[in-house]
């Protein structure tokens, strides 16, 4: 805050405050100030008032819950959202929010209404982390509420501890043999998964445009979910170098001379999901392996390259994870990272000013 005397003799005051979450300066005549002390008084008198009118207006205009929830899908998440996001998204809401939460104004949801919330689905007994994927879109509802000045703040959501998720794959073994079981017309796709860790959608929307058989390289530009064309998920895309086996595989399919789709359905449609599972599913029986999802040949892929030493970063990018925190969970499958960490600390310890070894620490053995 400040006060300054202006040429005419009168009093000035210049200050900032909060009006629907946003810092805003003001600046008026201190009328009545006879000296810096009484400015210095109606300063605060004014921020206190222009403050307090914010709070009333923001309370006047703040919708309810369930209308805001539908605006918040229709504006929010169909401008920045995959389809598989803004389903993902309305589910939660129409299911699990809007019940719990609807009939209340925005900025009358506090802590208090989000622990009872919580209270609620763990007597349910829903896992934590499917708590949890609800409470995030929650904070997601109230930030964007606060940006669009729906509410002035947003309330406090604590999450609920999570164990790290487990992750099905094939050994190389077990891998081999689901390969090898599997019908002639679904052979390559699921090698393809083995060999790119493609998620299915990427997959379902490859075209022979994004195959570059003489370099060897996938680019993976689009995905498909339930009929609707996008990005890959992370909204970017990445390309894949391809093993001699899986060029193999994708020249000895007939689409290649039709162009389109790599996989296609009949008359060059898109595959549905239900077409895929079977026929995988009848491969794991023949091989004698329990019943997967293609899910699994992505794990499958990213876990046979950390067991065969490739770089956790070279790993994120060829899967298209947007942070490494989504690699890392098949960290632990290198069975030489730790071991390779603790063994540099039996190396000699190098003298930076000088360059030269000063030596290990040694064994002290009993005489």
């Known amino acids: 805050m400040s006060v300054r005397k202006r040429k005419d003799g009168r009093w000035q005051v210049s ?5 629907g979450g946003e810092r805003m300066r003001h600046r008026e005549a201190a009328t009545g100030a006879k000296n810096r002390s009484e400015a210095l008084a109606y300063e ?18 703040a919708p309810l819950f ?26 939660i809401l129409d299911r ?5 939460f609807g009939h209340l104004r925005l900025d009358r949801v506090d802590t208090q209404h989000i622990d009872a919330f919580k209270a609620k689905q763990r007597k349910a007994e829903l896992a934590h982390k499917t708590i949890n994927n609800q409470l995030t879109v929650l904070g997601k509802l109230f930030n964007v509420a606060k940006e669009w000045r729906r509410v002035a703040s947003v309330p406090r959501i604590g999450f609920l501890p999570t164990a790290e998720p487990e992750f099905d794959f094939l050994d190389f073994e077990e891998a081999t043999r689901l ?30 445009t994004d195959v570059d058989l003489v370099k060897g390289l996938l680019r993976v530009r689009r995905s498909i979910w ?11 895309g990445r390309d894949v170098p391809l093993s001699d086996e899986a060029r193999t595989a994708l020249r000895s399919l007939p689409s290649r001379f039709a162009g389109g789709l790599v996989f296609p359905g009949k008359g060059g449609r898109h595959l549905t999901k239900g077409e895929c599972k079977h026929p995988l ?20 892929f990213a876990s046979h390259l950390v067991m065969r030493g490739v770089p956790l970063k070279a790993i994120q990018e060829l899967l298209g994870h947007t942070t490494m925190d989504m690699t890392m969970r098949y960290a632990h499958l290198s069975p030489e990272v730790g071991r390779g960490a603790v063994l540099l600390l039996d190396g000699p310890v190098r003298d930076d000013r000088s360059g030269h070894d000063l030596g290990t620490i040694g064994v002290r053995t009993a005489k």
């Open 96 to 100: 699990h929010l809007k019940p719990f």
């Open 226 to 236: 339930k009929a609707k064309i996008s990005t890959p998920k992370g909204g970017k």
């Open 179 to 208: 390969a090898e079981a599997a019908e002639p017309n679904i052979h390559p796709m699921i090698l393809l998964g083995l060999r790119t860790g493609l998620r299915q959608g990427e997959l379902l929307e490859l075209r022979w």
């Open 281 to 300: 599913w009848r491969a794991c029986k023949r091989a004698g392996l329990r019943l997967i999802g293609w899910h699994v040949l992505r794990h499958t």
């Open 15 to 19: 200050f900032y405050y909060m009006r």
């Open 66 to 91: 369930s209308d805001f929830a539908q605006e918040f899908l229709d504006v929010y998440a169909a401008a920045n959202n995959k389809p598989s996001e803004i389903e993902s998204k309305r589910m």
């Open 44 to 61: 605060r008198r004014r921020r206190a008032e222009l403050e307090a009118g914010a709070a009333l207006q923001a309370q006047a205009s």
